[in-house]
């Protein structure tokens, strides 16, 4: 499906992104085009691959005219580019509103208008009851999304949202921080032992999108199944694995972080479909006939819960030591240790 298509990747010298490339660039693809604000990660990514396929565009989703250049004969978009960082948004939040919201509206609108076959949006657990300007953002993402694919025919672009929890090893993410501590001898600062934490390795949130293309409908939200486990437990079989003593400091919960989060909520679950490790969310197709809401209920069983990191599969510290030992960053820096010791 993806083969010889031209693919437009925002936010593209990300995590995300980085793997999103590897992944199409085995699949045969004719064309990435990367589009992002920082030349700096663009000359660096360039001179990595030294691929012809990829091309560079520098721009910012907020500036809807720089999404449009870089939109020309697209067949396929993946929307990364965002605000992630919880206190950032917390303390800048109009900045996150023009970056996770309107900026995601531009890139919709430029899809759309350019005639691209699909648009997948990344979404993230804490879009589910959010609890900070983040989660909020996001969450608005995905209703522009929706908003978009109810006035898009089958024909036309589809747009859809994937959503998941941590992203292991990923930019800014605490497991490359606890590894940055333990190999420079410092305490490790958690914030609370019994915060539970969905855990996914970066090559799942590949497999995410890349099943939304294959997969999607006009309007639908992916989501993938993942396993959980305590930071406690997180901290306790990275020190295991690197052999460490570190002292561990905890710090407290930071601004806007809940003790743990949702990947869908009870009343997505009620319109959802399992596809195996995929849970397929329906997008509400009900428009703005508010009789409907009055005489028109929800006969589905209403004792479904949120899926929360509460709630999912719980790892054990061994458990979370395996699947962090098929990290390659985390292999890697093992091996370094080893070597320095």
């Known amino acids: 499906m993806l083969q010889n298509k031209i ?16 992944s199409l660039l085995e699949r045969g ?6 589009f992002s604000r920082d030349e700096a990660k663009q000359d660096s990514m360039r001179t990595r691959y030294e691929d012809h396929r990829l091309k560079f565009y520098i721009g910012d989703v907020r500036d809807s005219a720089s999404v449009t250049r870089a939109m020309k004969g697209v067949n396929m978009v993946f929307h990364a580019a965002a605000l992630k960082q919880v206190p950032s948004c917390e303390f800048f939040p109009m900045e996150a509103v023009r970056t996770n919201v309107e900026g995601s509206r531009n890139v919709i609108d430029a899809a759309a208008h350019a005639g ?34 109810r006035s898009l025919s089958k024909e036309e672009t589809r747009v859809s949202c994937v959503r998941y929890g941590n992203v292991m ?6 497991i490359p921080l606890f590894v940055r501590q333990i190999q420079s001898g410092k305490a490790l600062t958690l914030t609370e032992p019994s915060m539970t934490r969905f855990l996914m390795p970066l090559t799942q949130a590949v497999d ?3 099943f939304a293309f294959t997969h999607a409908e006009q309007g639908d939200l992916f989501v993938r199944k993942a396993p959980a486990c305590t930071m406690g437990d997180l901290v306790t079989a990275l020190k295991n694995i690197f052999k460490a003593d570190n ?17 869908s909520s009870a ?14 969310v329906r997008m509400d197709g009900r428009d703005m006939n508010y009789g409907k809401f009055f005489t028109e209920g929800d006969t589905k069983e209403i004792d479904v819960e949120d899926y929360t990191s509460r709630n999912t599969e719980q790892l054990d510290v061994a458990a979370v030591e395996n699947l962090l030992l098929s990290l390659p960053e985390i292999r890697a820096a093992q091996k370094e240790a080893r070597a320095s010791s």
């Open 7 to 22: 693919i437009l990747i925002t936010g593209g010298t990300g995590s995300f992104g980085t793997a999103m490339v590897d």
């Open 29 to 34: 693809v004719g064309e990435i085009r990367i």
């Open 116 to 149: 691209v076959e699909s648009v997948v949006c990344l979404s993230t657990d804490k879009a589910v009851y959010p609890a900070n300007a983040m989660g909020m953002t996001k969450a608005l993402m995905e209703k522009v999304a929706m908003a978009a694919a």
């Open 169 to 174: 090893y990923s930019r800014g993410s605490v």
């Open 208 to 210: 995410l999108v890349e």
């Open 247 to 263: 002292p561990v400091k905890v710090i407290g919960i930071r601004h806007g972080e809940k003790l743990y989060e949702a990947l």
């Open 267 to 280: 009343e997505e679950l009620r319109r959802s479909e399992d596809m195996g490790d995929y849970l397929r």
